[in-house]
């Protein structure tokens, strides 16, 4: 019976939180890059279950260029399109579920690499 009447319990819990979801302000970071290949991939991370993300695509645009810059380029513009995808997942319930998601944009850099 305890064990039934905690599955309810988190079943009820669960069915409160989903829905509950909120946009949330979230700043992209540079996630990896290279500057032999010219590239910065910008990311931001949330929580599915309680976040909606809202990046700006100026503030990745400002911070892949700083990068750029720092590496001897003079500018960056998106190269192909953002994708998404889940990070981590934890067992609820025996079932897999998503509690971090990442999106990606990757970036070019461009202009004379002013430190060969």
Not at 4 to 20: K, Q, S
Not at 32 to 53: L, Y
Not at 69 to 80: R, S, V
Request: charged share 20%; net charge positive; with cysteine.
């Amino acid at each position: 019976m305890r064990k039934i009447f905690a599955i309810v319990t988190l079943l009820i819990v669960i069915a409160f939180t989903v829905g509950c979801a909120k946009k949330v302000h979230k700043d992209w970071i540079a996630s990896t890059g290279s500057k032999a290949d010219a590239t910065v991939s910008m990311a931001i991370f949330w929580d599915p279950r309680t976040e909606i993300p809202v990046g700006n695509k100026e503030q990745a645009l400002a911070e892949a260029k700083k990068k750029c810059i720092a590496w001897g380029y003079q500018h960056a513009e998106p190269f192909g399109t953002m994708t998404s995808q889940c990070a981590e997942t934890n067992i609820v319930l025996g079932s897999p579920v998503c509690v971090r998601m990442v999106a990606t944009v990757v970036y070019q850099c461009q202009g004379t690499d002013q430190r060969k």
